[in-house]
């Protein structure tokens, strides 16, 4: 199943989506990666959803990736002595505190001794995903005494984000670290880490994996957007997710850090995934509006390497209607004159490597000679996600020896994985390769192909040839 389209789709599954036939309908449909939220999943739950993927590869022939979304830190206020909640005023003063009492109309309970800690004068805190703003006046490690900047009806347990403040706990939580290991034993393909700070929230996660999965690092923090490419240089991808950016920052900033993220992603070759609210309406509508059409088209027109849907299929009463819908999107948009004008605008200059020097030469060699498709042989996937940094305008076919491999690619820009055996001379590789492309249907007999391949084969990283082949 060839998609016509360079961006990749990821669906988030759940009770909408969860069953083998309904799975089924959405790869169709165009899905190249599951979202397993583990804010909702039980381990038992993911290990069942795992196994159900894994089944449909084998009936679609094609890889399938999977990547587990971990929790992250749940930061709340306690409760309230009236059920009902509290009404705020704006300008009243309103204390947060260690006193594990319920609250009322003057004070509330902060079970987050870490947060009563960092607190400072000046710093906002925002409440129920940003529908109230607080401002401190008085911080002391065990309570903090704010103005009510944006007042409304509080109730029990409501979020609570603190922008302005950087907290002293890892992003992983007892819960995240048994969750992680729980995915990795099942053999999932990313791992997705939220409430990231620091690179060494990653890094942390990174160590934890042991190889066996990459680990993409959500940007949701206003931390983590001022230390991106700290964080870029650890991550192996990354997700710009715009729901709780949009609390924790002005919503008007949203749009130029997404911008922003996807250009940087795109210099280091790393893939960036554009996810949270894209075709929201869809939740119960079986149309998009016109500005969530937009909103994907802009992404793809950036040149995200995935777009996700996030309770559009999971709770959704239309599934397959969003992911049809945003693969039509994306299909549009790439045939679109522009698309190629844009994303060769935002081409940087290759890195000082082999890899890159060949990626950059390949993509050159497209433009001037007349060929079908670039086949890269790769071990690791590292040389694919090269040639995908240069954006060509050839469709890439990726030969690897390693279905872990083409897995974790279902999420690179434009990258078709095809798990074969490694070749064993260059003759094989070239006969092989101009083989697997005909029978995947990207070129026909007497065009001509790229192939990029590594010598010795079998050697992560030793890319350094390239050849122009007939079919």
């Not at 206003?222 to 991106?228: D, K, M, S």
């Not at 026909?444 to 050697?459: C, N, Q």
Request: proline fraction near 6%; include cysteine; charged fraction near 25%.
């Amino acid at each position: 199943m060839r998609r016509r389209r360079r961006v990749k789709i990821v669906a988030t599954l759940g009770p909408a989506s969860e069953s083998p036939a309904t799975m089924s309908e959405l790869f169709s449909a165009g899905v190249d990666m599951f979202r397993i939220n583990m804010s909702h999943a039980s381990r038992e739950s993911m290990r069942e959803r795992v196994t159900a993927i894994r089944e449909l590869e084998k009936s679609f022939d094609r890889p399938i990736g999977i990547l587990a979304d971990l929790q992250g830190p749940k930061l709340r206020i306690g409760g309230f002595a009236d059920k009902g909640g509290v009404e705020l005023e704006r300008g009243q003063h309103f204390t947060l505190d260690a006193d594990p009492a319920k609250g009322d109309a003057s004070r509330v309970h902060l079970p987050h001794p870490e947060i009563l800690g960092s607190l400072e004068a000046g710093h906002k805190v925002l409440l129920d995903d940003g529908k109230l703003a607080l401002r401190i006046l008085e911080a002391r490690p065990d309570r903090a005494v704010t103005e009510v900047v944006i007042g409304g009806r509080l109730t029990d347990r409501k979020g609570v984000s603190v922008p302005d403040t950087v907290i002293p706990i890892t992003a992983m939580t007892d819960k995240d670290r048994g969750d992680a290991e729980a995915a990795i034993d099942a053999g999932v393909d990313w791992i997705a880490v939220s409430f990231v700070q620091r690179p060494e929230d990653v890094a942390e996660v990174k160590k934890m994996a042991r190889g066996h999965c990459a680990v993409l690092a959500k940007i949701e923090k206003p931390q983590a957007v001022a230390r991106f490419e700290e964080i870029m240089e650890i991550a192996d991808a990354v997700m710009v997710a715009r729901g709780d950016l949009g609390v924790e920052l002005p919503l008007e900033k949203v749009p130029g850090i997404q911008k922003r993220i996807t250009r940087l992603t795109r210099r280091t070759g790393k893939p960036v995934v554009i996810a949270t609210q894209m075709l929201e309406s869809m939740i119960s509508s079986p149309v998009p509006t016109r500005a969530e059409v937009s909103d994907v088209a802009t992404a793809v027109f950036e040149g995200a390497d995935a777009v996700m849907l996030s309770a559009e299929s999971a709770a959704g009463k239309y599934p397959v209607e969003a992911v049809t819908m945003m693969n039509r999107i994306a299909e549009e948009v790439e045939s679109d004159p522009n698309h190629p004008i844009i994303i060769a605008g935002q081409r940087g200059s290759p890195e000082a490597t082999g890899a890159d020097a060949i990626a950059a030469a390949a993509r050159s060699i497209t433009e001037t000679v007349g060929v079908s498709a670039i086949i890269a042989w790769s071990e690791s996937g590292a040389t694919a996600l090269r040639v995908a940094r240069e954006r060509p305008e050839l469709p890439i076919l990726v030969l690897t020896p390693n279905v872990h491999t083409a897995r974790r690619l279902t999420i690179g820009w434009g990258l078709h994985a095809v798990v074969t055996d490694d070749a064993h001379d260059v003759d094989d590789m070239v006969n092989r390769a101009v083989e697997i492309a005909r029978n995947e249907d990207f070129v026909k007999s007497g065009e001509r192909v790229i192939i990029i391949a590594g010598l010795p084969f079998g050697t992560p990283g030793a890319t350094n040839m390239i050849r122009i082949a007939f079919a």
